[in-house]
């Protein structure tokens, strides 16, 4: 049985965790408010952006297959490679499973639809795939970047490295409330390549398959899209990952607050039940010195 003074240090200890975690779920709050305020303020505008971009793509290439000539990429961007799948993991802890969910889904698509070449953004996910079957089947780049907001330096590496493919995917987790974070793979160069391209819209219209007159010409429309929305909606992406990471951690962080302050109240019963076991034992021994003196 556990002594008084081991559960008054037991208090001092479990006190002093549970201020740590409350000031991480302060901060992740924070960033968490922070976070969502800039994706939601432009996540729907981009959303259909990245779809008008699909759209036209696809009426490109069906326009240039019924003149009879072979489809290739207009002339605004000449990329050497084919197909990169992008991994944005976390390079910290404490963010829950959203990192861990995020790379089953990668997982699940590699094995089925191999890329050319795989990018890994950040130390977890180089740690998930080096214990992970994957290890002996793929290589993958790796490149940090930073859990917060602001990493423009890694960020810009990152891009000018997926600009000379000619499909990006990412593969990141999408904020859809605040207890659920969605797995999600989506490409950024107008590809429809994942069924989840499709039925994040209506399901029940080929909606890619409409025709469309383009002014001046598809090709100057296709060629915006090529040179200026690539980058953003890149950065988008990581934005989603980031946000749904902090969500993630808050979410963790309450859940093991909650946790520690059960347990607290538990070292708290328990050390005034000894303290009273103790106060009696002493006081026990105290009358029987007395009694032995009569």
Known sequence: MKTSRILKKELATVGSLNDLISSLEELSA???RKTKNSVLNTREYLDEINFLYKQVKNNYKRVIESSGKDYKEVKFRQPTKGTV???LSANGGLFGDVIGRNFENFRNYVTRIPADEILVVGSV???LIEF????????????????SSGDKENLDQILKYCLDFKTIVIFYTRFVEILNQKPTADSVTGDIVFEEAISSFDKNQP???RDFLFEPDIEKVLGLFETQMINTLFEQKI???GLSKFTSRMVALDSASQKI??????????????????SNKKANVQISGVISTL
């Not at 302050?261 to 103790?278: C, G």
């Open 30 to 32: 924070m960033r968490y």
């Open 85 to 87: 799948y992008v991994f």
């Open 125 to 127: 996910g180089q740690k």
């Open 132 to 147: 992970s079957d994957l290890k002996d089947k793929i290589s993958y780049k790796y490149f940090p970047l930073s859990d």
């Open 207 to 209: 909606q890619f398959e």
């Open 239 to 241: 934005l989603e990952s």
């Open 261 to 278: 302050k059960d347990n607290l109240t538990k070292i708290k019963i328990d050390y005034q039940r000894i303290k009273h076991i103790e």
